[in-house]
């Protein structure tokens, strides 16, 4: 059964960057597509970014392109979110989740999730 932890988030200023981590254990990484997702207080969660199982297509959300960088580490078995130029907007709870041999996008049914970081952008 697969297992997925996020890790990394924490408080940051407007402009700033934050890493968020994604550990999967108890099954290899390597065969599985991961997004990112996001849930801001009262509002729905959304697709943030999404890295296909083969590594050959990322897609992200328009409100993150040019700022969000995913990326995973097959070795350590972790997924990688690269935050950067940060603004109060991007305040949310970040999920990731992972899906067997999926494209990565954010409309494929992901079956794994972790529990969520909570990231914080103050202006």
């Known amino acids: 059964q697969l297992q997925l932890v996020e890790s990394g988030g924490g408080l940051v200023q407007a402009g700033g960057s934050l890493r968020l981590s994604c550990a999967g254990s108890?099954?290899?990484?390597?065969?599985?597509?991961m997004g990112w997702f996001r849930q801001a207080p009262g509002k729905g969660r959304e697709f943030v970014s999404g890295?296909?199982?083969?590594?050959?297509?990322?897609y992200y959300a328009d409100s993150v392109k040019g700022r969000f960088t995913i990326s995973r580490e097959n070795v350590k078995n972790m997924v990688y979110l690269q935050m950067d130029s940060l603004k109060p907007e991007d305040t949310a709870v970040y999920y990731c989740?992972?899906?067997?041999?999926?494209?990565?996008?954010?409309?494929?049914?992901?079956?794994?999730w972790g529990q969520g970081t909570q990231v914080t952008v103050s202006s």
């Open positions: 989740a992972a899906e067997h041999y999926g494209s990565g996008e954010g409309t494929r049914q992901y079956d794994y």
């Open positions: 108890g099954v290899f990484l390597g065969s599985y597509a």
């Open positions: 890295l296909s199982w083969n590594d050959r297509s990322t």
